[in-house]
């Protein structure tokens, strides 16, 4: 990954995974990290085990960034990415501020980031830079960084979601996120930089409407109903498969009926940055949170 190309070019930037990563803030309260001030007792062992794994796998590909699309930052015009160097703040989950309280200090990859806004304008785009030092970064990206590497050793892009399939409808949003993806890939091939691509969503998402008393009382926890897992199952076994223009074709369906995470458009981005994978996605863990439907999933070479 050396030697220069006219123009200042890098030679030797890649996607190197790309990963389904969903960001249920409990995930994290259950791991009691330093960063986080409410404590648990344990919980949603199946998922946690998979992003070690997960983990163990991306330390082994030895990456530079993560570049993370969260469904919970909400842009409506147009596509938004972090760029100032360092945001640092304490993030409180809106929904679960009992269980997520969390000090973040995240580093940015600002080269990059201003790659994938010019790539994505040069596409036809709306794009823009968040250069506000003092701009609230989501627990989406957050928590995803975290569970991804807790150390937060690397570098991050964070890039928002374009509210498009609320604005107009879930084809406009594939569309966009498309042309996005393939732009986000330009950009890292040119950057020099083994990158990994993160959507940051869960599967269906209906959440319970009551808690617990106890957050993490495992007793409690299973899907909303038997049609969500349904739907997750589908889309799991495609990426089983590796059938993934199959699963693009059905994300407004399922997008619909599964009430998915999928409408922020992390996940159609991720895989059109893949350029659509044919090779069997590795699931790593399926699980349930309060309800919603998560699965950690890779698309790598190993
Ligand atoms: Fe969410």
């Known amino acids: 990954m050396s030697g220069n190309l006219p123009g200042g070019r890098l030679l030797g930037g890649k996607i190197v995974a790309g990963c ?3 960001h249920p803030p409990h995930l994290v309260y259950a791991e009691n990290p330093p960063q986080n001030e409410a404590r648990s007792e344990c919980g ?5 085990w998979g992003y070690e794994s997960l983990r163990a796998n991306l330390d082994r590909l030895a990456y530079d960034v993560l ?3 969260s469904p919970h930052w909400r842009t ?10 360092q945001f640092k703040g304490l993030s409180v989950d ?3 501020p009992h269980l997520f309280r969390y000090n973040y200090d995240m580093k940015v990859d600002v080269d990059l ?16 830079l968040m250069q506000n030092q003092d701009f609230r970064v989501d627990y989406g990206t957050i928590v995803s960084g975290h569970l991804l590497n807790p150390k937060w050793d690397k570098p991050i892009v964070g890039i928002s979601s374009n509210a498009a399939a609320a604005y107009f409808n879930v084809d406009v949003m594939q569309e966009n996120m498309i042309r996005l993806g393939q732009a986000t890939r330009k950009a890292i091939e040119a950057s020099g930089k083994r990158a990994v691509v993160v959507a940051s969503n869960s599967l269906s998402h209906r959440h319970f409407t009551k808690e617990p008393p106890v957050p993490e009382d495992m007793s409690y926890e299973h899907i909303a109903h038997h049609g969500q897992y349904l739907w997750d199952m589908k889309m799991i076994e495609l990426m089983k498969q590796g059938r993934s223009r199959d699963l693009i074709s059905l994300i407004p369906d399922f997008t ?6 999928t409408d922020s458009g992390a996940l159609t981005w991720m895989l059109s940055a893949l350029d659509f994978p044919s090779k069997p996605a590795k699931v790593h863990a399926y699980g349930t949170v309060i309800g919603t439907g998560n699965a950690i999933v890779e698309w790598s070479e190993l």
């Open 20 to 22: 389904l990563a969903p």
């Open 44 to 48: 949603w062992e199946t998922l946690r």
């Open 67 to 69: 570049v993370i699309l």
């Open 76 to 85: 409506y015009v147009g596509t938004h990415v972090l760029a100032c160097p």
């Open 94 to 96: 809106p929904i679960f």
């Open 113 to 128: 980031a201003k790659a994938i806004a010019r790539q994505g304008q040069d596409a036809g785009l709306e794009m823009k």
């Open 256 to 261: 619909e009926q599964a009430a998915s995470e």
